[in-house]
Structure formats: structure tokens, C-alpha cells
């Protein structure tokens, strides 16, 4: 390890420490930090006065991506970075540590007296988790011009406040969301560090620190929205009964069964909101949230296909309707081979996929792209538990420094 152990070993801990007071979900434990949030404002200011100690160029993109510049913005950009933003409750890892990892390998590199051939920059991306709007990877997305800025400007948050009127509330001008392609054109090469969000490190290598990532399995966001009759719950009998919940219950039943029948496939329902959600109420609709993840776009169409085959006959069953909306899908994603031998050349450590989407799985079929995984003890993410020892983060932290020198040498 190269890595001055001593001052960065300091310097992470201290830096993790102001990062993890912002954001605490009180009451469902972790934390909540979801677009132009109050948590996820102070985070944004956080990341521009952690760029600007640094002496980096700071600029935030027309889709509110925040961009840290080591040399002026231009081509041949070798880019960095990861997300800040979580899932409601989250965990403190995901995101954050592939951000901190970048401000820091920053400092690594300047330790060891590199002079980058060409511009660094440390990116976060907007709205990685969905948590508020429902889009995974919105500020990615745009960029890429994958997500239709209209579209995502009619987003509502679960208040129904529009994404619009929530940018402007922070200052945002939605009216700019759009395609970037020039930006994207500047970036040489993505390689995007972050926390391993499972247990598949420890079985291949227990050994191992870090990984490197292979690919990233197809999975997508389907919105179910069930309707009946809403009703009182003491005065109406079941003969007469449209109960939405039923059929919704039944589906996130049919979900666990149907894996079974279909290889490599996890499909979870998280998210399941009864309209008007009053417990002495007959529900009028129930909104659920299929995540689906298959490897293999045609085998995630074909659960998803299943589930929603098996939603409709219950939905009948009860007399209510179904309407199924897809909100989001990425196909499998192969991240760079040569990239990743490049990393591999360097680092020789394991290569692992993930069943976890990253903004790096959305610019990967548009420039070449790499990630790097730190070990997660409890294997579990999107929850408290999530968790990185300080050792494996600044272990970490030195492969990226090794990797960005190496790419711009
Ligand atoms: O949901 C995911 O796969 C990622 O953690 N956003
Ligand atoms: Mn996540
Ligand atoms: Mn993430
Ligand atoms: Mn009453």
C-alpha cells in the first residue's frame, strides 16, 4: 500500500465524520438524502467545499450533476466520482464512499507528486437511488439524453410535488435538464468506486479488499396500480367488496413464487401504497413497485411478464383493474474489457459482477467504463448494516489513485 496510512488513514475518518452527520433518517434509522432534499442540499454543499480545500474547479452541470475539476474541463477527461443521494433509510456506504474514495484519491496522488496529463474530475450524480422521484441514475440519464428531460420534469415525489417545482425551490432551473452531449464527449473514461453491495467478494477471494466489476445484471422498476371500490371498512361485506388490496397482496406472493422458474432471477416488491391508506378504510387503488433483475434483458422481460400475468387473474378475481407502467430499465452491462484489464494490470484483484445498478452501468455503452467494489463485511446494503472498514477504504482509496495515475500518465 502506498498510501501514507497515517495521514490519510486520518484524514478519511475525519472526512467521514462530517459526511455522516448530514442526512439521518431519525425515525427509520441510516439515513434518507433524496434529490434537492434538505439533506441532500447540505450534502452538494458539503462535496463543493471538500473540491474547493482542495484547490479543484467546481461546477454543477445543466441536469444538476456536481462536477470537481483537478485541470481545466476539457476532452480526454478522466472522471471519477459516484453519487451522494440514498435510498429512504439507507445506508451510509453506498454512494458516499465511492465520492470520498475520489476527493481522496485526489489527495493520494498529489502525496505521490503526480502531475495528470490530462483533466481529473470528481463527479456526483444526481438522484442515483430514485429515492424521491423514482428514476434511477436521473442525473446520468440526462446527461446521456437516455431519459426524456420533459418526462422527468412531470415527475412527483411521493407529496406530489413535481420535480420542476422542486429544483426551482433550491435555485434549479428545470427549463435546462436536457442531453449533454458535449460533456459527454470530454469523458475519456468513467471508473466508478463503490461499496459491495452483497456477499459475492468474500466468497470469491476472502482475502480480497477490492474488486473489479465485470458487469452489471439487466434490471427495471414496474409500477402496478391496482383500483376497486373504496369503501368502509366495518359496513361493507365481502360479497360486495373491490378490495385492491387483495389482488396486490397476492402479486408480492406471486413474486417470491414465480422465482422458482426463473434462473438467476431476484424481483422484490419494496414500495406498496394503498390510496386513501386509512386503516378503517376499503382502499379505492394500491399503487406497487416491482424491482425486477434478471441476467438478461429477454429473461427479465419474461419474469416480469409472468408476475403481471398472475397480478391480472387476481385482479380480476376481485373485480378491480390493473394498469402496469415499466418507470425504469437497464439492460445487462458489460463494463469495458480493456479498461478493466488495464485495472486488472494494475491492481490484480478479483473480478466480481453485481446485481446493483451505478451511474457507471449507464454511461458504460457510451465511453469506456470501469467500477471498483470495496468489501462490505455484512454483505448488506440499502440498510444500516451496510457497512466498510476504514482499512479496505483506504485500500481502496490507493487503487484508485493507482488507476487514475495510470490513465493519465
Ligand atoms: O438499486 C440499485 O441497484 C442501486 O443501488 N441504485
Ligand atoms: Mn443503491
Ligand atoms: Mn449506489
Ligand atoms: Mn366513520
Known amino acids: 500500500m502506498k498510501i501514507a496510512a497515517g495521514s490519510q ?22 439515513y434518507s438524502r433524496h434529490l434537492f432534499d434538505d439533506a441532500e442540499m447540505a450534502l452538494r454543499s458539503w462535496f463543493v467545499e471538500q473540491a474547493q480545500r482542495r484547490g479543484l474547479e467546481v461546477e454543477t452541470d445543466r441536469n444538476s450533476n456536481v462536477w470537481a475539476w483537478w485541470g481545466s474541463p476539457g476532452p480526454g477527461a478522466v472522471v471519477t466520482g459516484s453519487h451522494l443521494d440514498s435510498v429512504p433509510g439507507g445506508g451510509a456506504f453506498d454512494g458516499p464512499l465511492g465520492v470520498v474514495s475520489s476527493l481522496m484519491a485526489v489527495d493520494e496522488l498529489r502525496l505521490r507528486g503526480h502531475v495528470p496529463t490530462k483533466p481529473i474530475a470528481v463527479v456526483c450524480f444526481a438522484e442515483e437511488e430514485g429515492g424521491r422521484f423514482g428514476l434511477p441514475c436521473l442525473g446520468s440519464r440526462l446527461m446521456a439524453g437516455i431519459s426524456d428531460a420533459d418526462h422527468v420534469r412531470r415527475l412527483r415525489d411521493p407529496n406530489g410535488i413535481s420535480l420542476a417545482d422542486a429544483a426551482r425551490r433550491v435555485g434549479i432551473d428545470p427549463a435546462e435538464f436536457g442531453p449533454d452531449p458535449v460533456r459527454l464527449a470530454m469523458i475519456d473514461s468513467f471508473v466508478e468506486l463503490h461499496v459491495e453491495q452483497g456477499r459475492l467478494l468474500q466468497q470469491v477471494d476472502p482475502q480480497a479488499a477490492i474488486a473489479v466489476g465485470s458487469q452489471i445484471v439487466a434490471h427495471g422498476r414496474w409500477r402496478f396500480t391496482f383500483t376497486g371500490t373504496g369503501n368502509h371498512a366495518g359496513t361493507t ?3 360486495d367488496r373491490k378490495d385492491p388490496m387483495l389482488p396486490a397482496a397476492a402479486t408480492v406472493l406471486a413474486t417470491r413464487r414465480l422465482l422458482a422458474e426463473h434462473a438467476g432471477a431476484v424481483a422484490t416488491v419494496g414500495r406498496l401504497v394503498p390510496v386513501p391508506g386509512g386503516s378503517n378504510v376499503i382502499a379505492s387503488s394500491v399503487d406497487l413497485w416491482l424491482d425486477a433483475r434478471v441476467p438478461g434483458a429477454a429473461a427479465t422481460a419474461a419474469l416480469v411478464d409472468a408476475i403481471v400475468a398472475a397480478a391480472r387473474i387476481e385482479a380480476e378475481l376481485e373485480g378491480c383493474s390493473l394498469v402496469v407502467r415499466r418507470e425504469s430499465f437497464s439492460d445487462d ?4 474489457p480493456a479498461l478493466g484489464l488495464e485495472l486488472n494490470g494494475v491492481l490484480k484483484v478479483p473480478t466480481i459482477t453485481t446485481g446493483a445498478g451505478h451511474d457507471a452501468g449507464v454511461l458504460a455503452p457510451f465511453l469506456p467504463t470501469a467500477m471498483l467494489f470495496v468489501r462490505n463485511p455484512t454483505g448488506i446494503s440499502h440498510s444500516p448494516a451496510e457497512h466498510a472498514e476504514t482499512a ?11 488507476v487514475l495515475a495510470k490513465l493519465t500518465r
Open 333 to 336: 452491462v458489460i463494463f469495458d
Open 392 to 402: 479496505d477504504a483506504l485500500v481502496g482509496i490507493d487503487a484508485l489513485a493507482d
Open 9 to 30: 488513514n486520518s484524514r478519511f475518518t475525519s472526512t467521514w465524520s462530517d459526511l455522516a452527520a448530514i442526512g439521518r433518517d431519525q425515525t427509520r434509522g441510516g
Open 237 to 239: 361485506v365481502p360479497a
